[in-house]
Nanobody, 124 residues
Framework: QVQLVESGGGLVQAGDSLRLSCAAS????????MGWFRQAPGKEREFVAS????????YYADSVKGRFTISRDNAKNTVYLQISSLKPEDTAGYYC?????????????????WGQGTQVTVSS
């Protein structure tokens, strides 16, 4: 089993930056692709970003490309989401996910483990 704990969310102003962290524990050696999803109230969960085990391959949703950067530190079993130029439409719960496969990680069904989320609220 793998446990994921997100942190770093909060209430910020439009244009601000945040760094979200996701710490993994347990059978982390079984984790390959990791990713971030977000879900706003009344909306479906949507893909944000994903990263391969080595960090060499990353994918981003069109809505966040150029503003969000995903990275990972395998020595710390942690994946990060650096967010810049935050917009009110970025307001959502952000969820970290881990997959036991080596796919792109752009689809929710690829993931085996999920964190409980961290809230990001952006005011204008």
């Amino acid at each position: 089993q793998v446990q994921l704990v997100e942190s770093g969310g909060g209430l910020v102003q439009a244009g601000d930056s945040l760094r979200l962290s996701c710490a993994a524990s347990g059978r982390t050696f079984s984790v390959y692709t990791m990713g971030w999803f977000r879900q706003a109230p009344g909306k479906e969960r949507e893909f944000v970003a994903s990263i391969s085990w080595s960090g060499a391959r990353t994918y981003y949703a069109d809505s966040v490309k150029g503003r969000f950067t995903i990275s990972r530190d395998n020595a710390k079993n942690t994946v990060y989401l650096q967010i810049s130029s935050l917009k009110p439409e970025d307001t959502a719960g952000y969820y970290c996910a881990a997959a036991q496969t080596r796919g792109s990680g752009t689809n929710f069904y690829e993931y085996d483990y999920w964190g409980q989320g961290t809230q990001v609220t952006v005011s204008s």
